[in-house]
């Protein structure tokens, strides 16, 4: 590293734009020798006095080993669990859990780049993906926001719920132990497709008054929460979901997106032995996976189409290639991030996992994430 891009210290006047080449906010500050990365350059701020090195902008920032990050995403993203992937690159279980929240990080920043500015041309479709944590007693739904032509995910937000269905008078009773000691929200669901809604009124915020349109199924709740919606001019679409589930059925963006995840995430294969442990870790190989489905996967393969989802979308192919490269290469701040405070609660690890025993997010989430 020549020099360093910007001060670490969020409080820095230096910390928010990206210097240029000649200029001398910093000096210099000896040297240091890691087992890892070998000789790592200090620098120190000029302006504030903050001390910091090259390995403060690295992916392997406070690691002690370093992966091959692009492998494992790739495990990750078809169908390896998290043993599978850490016996194909010989490390521990713990250490690629750490190496998930990080390239979440990365995912949430690169998703924050791409989707800030974005004017959607296409009408936005809405749908749950129901899977669980921890036990079938806590099935959680993800909401998913896609555009119904490109299939690109605009945002997405979850939700733990409550077990319902056909159960035995044994189930009952064991469902009834677990709700005394950790009850569960009756209105889980609302606040989750709420949240997602406020990132759609960014969207139309954006969007000419009758290109205003949102495609969901018939869920009582999609309704009630659209009607307390700031933005005006909204047509809402509700289609049967015992439709086909074709390419001619209005909800085919979500229904893609659904097939897909179902087909890619081993927590979420169906009649599995993986499954989520951990709800913030499950909501970050979620991320994962659609950030790498919006700029990484063709839009169709047959007929092939080299274009991603993102370019389909109305983002420039330079602007896609260049967080992609950035993606697996340098590391993403949070102060810099533009997240809202659904996707800030995935980059802090804050999303809680049913039943108290199991809240340990604590080596998810170290102290340096926040800056």
Not at 28 to 50: E, N, T, W, Y
Not at 127 to 153: K, R
Not at 292 to 319: L, M, T
Request: proline fraction near 5%; aromatic fraction near 8%; hydrophobic fraction near 35%.
């Amino acid at each position: 590293m020549r020099h360093p891009p910007f001060c670490p210290n969020p409080e820095c006047s230096e910390h928010w734009h990206t210097q240029k080449p000649g200029s001398r906010w910093w000096r210099r500050d000896g040297s240091f020798s890691s087992k890892p990365a070998g000789k790592v350059q200090r620098f120190r701020c000029k302006v504030c006095g903050r001390h910091f090195s090259e390995a403060t902008f690295s992916l392997d920032y406070y690691s002690k080993k370093r992966l091959n990050l692009k492998k494992m995403k790739e495990l990750l993203t078809n169908g390896s669990s998290i043993r599978a992937t850490a016996r194909i690159l010989h490390v521990s279980p713990t250490t690629i859990t750490r190496r998930i929240m990080i390239l979440c990080r990365q995912s949430l920043a690169a998703h924050g780049v791409l989707t800030d500015e974005l004017v959607p041309n296409e009408d936005l479709v809405a749908d749950g993906f129901q899977s669980f944590w921890v036990s079938q007693y806590h099935p959680n739904n993800f909401n998913l926001l896609a555009g119904a032509d490109s299939q690109y995910l605009f945002a997405m937000t979850q939700a733990t719920l409550r077990r319902a269905g056909r159960m035995t008078p044994h189930q009952k009773r064991r469902r009834h132990r677990i709700e005394e000691a950790d009850p569960p929200d009756p209105a889980a669901l609302t606040r989750s497709f709420q949240r997602l809604l406020d990132a759609a009124e960014k969207l139309w915020d954006r969007m000419d008054a009758e290109n205003r349109v949102l495609r969901s199924d018939e869920h009582q709740c999609y309704r009630r929460c659209l009607c307390r919606c700031v933005v005006e001019g909204i047509t809402h679409m509700r289609i049967s979901s015992r439709a086909p589930r074709n390419t001619g059925n209005l909800l085919f963006a979500v229904n893609y997106l659904d097939r897909e995840i179902r087909k890619d995430l081993a927590e979420h294969h169906r009649e599995t032995v993986c499954f989520a442990r951990n709800a913030a870790l499950s909501s970050a190989r979620m991320w994962i996976y659609l950030v790498s489905h919006n700029i990484e996967k063709p839009y169709r393969i047959s007929p092939k189409q080299e274009r991603s989802h993102a370019e389909v979308a109305g983002i420039s192919p330079e602007k896609v290639k260049k967080v992609r490269r950035w993606l697996l290469t340098e590391r993403a701040f949070l102060s810099r991030a533009r997240l809202d405070s659904t996707l800030r609660e995935v980059w802090m690890a804050m999303i809680p996992t049913p039943e108290k025993e199991n809240r340990i997010n604590i080596r998810l989430t170290p102290g340096y994430c926040a800056d």
